[in-house]
């Protein structure tokens, strides 16, 4: 399972977990957490009950704006929730044979083959060749562009989180170090240590995958060498399979492997075909030993070792990227009203049939609607507050709230992906209009529209006008755009 779904069983009294600020009132709202229960803490929170409960209503008439509850579900990623593992056989078959393609692409065999005898005495020598001249210079100098893309049915504002970076330490299993001599890769008792970048889709991963919302494109300009499709896409544990996948090698002889595509989605062009910088290869998909649908990034370099593109204390290489990217970048992917609380599968196979998660999105409602609210992050950790409202036609606040990982009392203080959702009820009366959410985290602000009422009683231009500029702003803010416009620092509008 590779997203851990945890319902709220805590009494309705005790769900506001958020500080909540109003003229002379400051609250803190803590029970015990959803994993594990804190008697002590209960206790407290029980004891305290009845002055709470008074102090809430004096801050909501103080301030005019409604209490928000606390979650109602929440949806985790783990490390190996988007893993992926391959077999020291299965390595070695790649690497035999995208040495044969490079030596037949150089020695301008694809119509003369050689025998196999010849061509394994070329490989070895090619081989040794490479492993006397190993040095970086195309990549070291150009950078590495992002490797991926949003595909124009792609709405929201971020796509992806990383699960795993490239493991440092070569001791197994139980022995890892990320670049940055932290924790965030892995490895396995088979002798595996994580040798790429793990880039998954969130927060619809299964959903994305078959809609082919996101694209993998080529971080550096080179020669496709070697190319796999057809295998299977759905996979959901680690095994044997085959994956889909392309190998492009650089002019300074380093080479990227693009792995888990989707089937069918891989790049037409033949091997020996050259590809540009950002030019598409094929589709994020869950291909060979895969828990879920992700990128595996993975760098070679002219000798065939690893290469792991990012600087830090564990990695004294230089960084690689055109642009570098922080160890931790914290961001709401998505910001989305629904019908229904969201569905998500564990899985994108039950039994034999492909399945996908459910956001049941809706911008549309009537007054005294239930009215679902979920908000997706990546890279979200204890201490990082988001502050919400929602507000009405004349932009006056009809709800508020702070939200903070550390309040729901998980057992670990950072996830790379999380997703939370909150549930409210309009009011009878709420008047007709666009009305907004908005949501400051880390210094970003983000926002979605939705509206109230029957399409008669809306303002159908102003809706309209709203709407194009947000699609406008989307485009323009998500990873991998270069420059970066200035708006995109302050206001992100799905």
Known sequence: MFMR?????????????HWWRCSRC??????????????????????????QTLMLLMCTAVSGIALADAPMHHWLVDADDFADDMSSAQRVEIEQMLARNRLLLARHL?????????ISTQIAQEIMAQKSSAHIEQIAQTGLAWPLSANTNFIGFDYHGISNFVDHDPRFPGFVKDYTCGTRTYDNAAGYNHAGTDYFLWPYPWLMMDQEQVAIVAAAAGQIIGKSDGNFDRSCAMGNGEWNAVYVQHTDGTVAWYGHMKSGSVTSKSIGANVAVGEFLGDVGSSGSSTAPHLHFELHGPNGDIVDPRHGQCNAAPDLWAITQAYEQPTINSLSTHSAEPSFVACGVSDGQPVDENPQYQDAFEPAATLWVFAAYHDQRNGEITHFSIERPDHSVWQAWDFDLASEGLPKPFYAGTGWDWSYVLPADAPHGLWTINAEFQGQAYAHAFTVGSAESRDVGAVAA?????????????????????????????
């Open 110 to 118: 694809q119509t003369i083959q050689p025998s196999d005898a010849e």
């Open 5 to 17: 779904y945890v319902p709220e069983t805590v009494a309705h009294e005790l769900r506001y977990r």
């Open 466 to 494: 709203e709407r194009a500029r947000i699609a406008v702003l989307l485009a323009r803010c998500r990873p991998g755009n270069t420059p970066v416009p200035a708006d995109c620092s302050s206001t992100r509008h799905p």
């Open 26 to 51: 400051a609250l803190l709202h803590s029970p015990n957490p959803r994993i594990r229960v804190d008697s002590r803490r209960s206790a407290i929170c029980a004891g305290m009950l009845m002055r």
